[in-house]
T-cell receptor, first 111, second 114 residues
Framework: QQQVKQSPQSLIVQKGGISIINCAYE??????FPWYQQFPGKGPALLIA?????SEKKEGRFTISFNKSAKQFSLHIMDSQPGDSATYFC??????????FGTGTSLTVIP | KAGVTQTPRYLIKTRGQQVTLSCSPI?????VSWYQQTPGQGLQFLFE???????NKGNFPGRFSGRQFSNSRSEMNVSTLELGDSALYLC?????????????FGQGTRLTVV
């Protein structure tokens, strides 16, 4: 059973547009939800994370929206840039336990 | 502050051989987790070590094993390699404290089994 479901699988956005990636989780015990960005040949880099006691967290152009009742969270990339082209993974965990990752979203930002 | 260091970066092995991968976590981090990344399966959790003890384990066969040393460095071993073990192996380090879950990944070891 997949603990975290991520969509879309791929996304193409114009430069300056908004990129939105969605994730849904099953386990209500999860208490930490990070997003990772991965470039080819590199390991995933922690981008932004949220805990379920807040509904939104913003860091620069990146925002996480969290809906506890729907068990969903999403990543919004404002003013998307070609340098944002990468694969994005959402994840979820209960503190002290393993991370469960989504299947990834390949983002392409067209100049 | 140095990041997570994984060695070697690339490995080519033959079926049936064994391999050992190394991970040096961020200074001060006591938890090291290992993941297998493949195009078809994504990121799959292998195991986690904290203070030299395996704290969590994923659903991988016993051919996959690991250990952690007193300086928090960790090694992962795969015995009797199969073609399907070809993947990017990633380790992630974190403080391991009860309320801090931030995990930082290394660049990975690309293992190719031929």
């Amino acid at each position: 059973q997949q603990q975290v479901k991520q969509s879309p699988q791929s996304l193409i956005v114009q430069k300056g547009g908004i990129s939105i990636i969605n994730c849904a989780y099953e386990n209500t015990a999860f208490d930490y939800f990070p997003w990772y960005q991965q470039f080819p040949g590199k390991g995933p880099a922690l981008l932004i994370a949220i805990r379920p006691d807040v509904s939104e967290k913003k860091e620069g152009r990146f925002t996480i929206s969290f809906n506890k009742s729907a068990k969903q969270f999403s990543l919004h990339i404002m003013d998307s840039q070609p340098g944002d082209s990468a694969t994005y993974f959402c994840a979820a965990t209960k503190t002290g336990n393993q991370f469960y990752f989504g299947t990834g979203t390949s983002l392409t930002v067209i100049p | 502050k140095a990041g997570v260091t994984q060695t070697p970066r690339y490995l080519i092995k033959t079926r049936g051989q064994q391999v050992t991968l190394s991970c040096s976590p961020i200074s001060g981090h006591r938890s090291v987790s290992w993941y297998q990344q493949t195009p078809g399966q994504g990121l799959q959790f292998l195991f986690e070590y904290f203070s030299e003890t395996q704290r969590n384990k994923g659903n991988f066969p016993g051919r996959f094993s690991g250990r952690q040393f007193s300086n928090s460095r960790s090694e992962m071993n795969v015995s009797t390699l199969e073609l399907g073990d070809s993947a990017l192996y990633l380790c992630a380090s974190s403080l391991g404290a009860s309320m801090n879950t931030e995990a930082f990944f290394g660049q990975g070891t690309r293992l190719t089994v031929v």
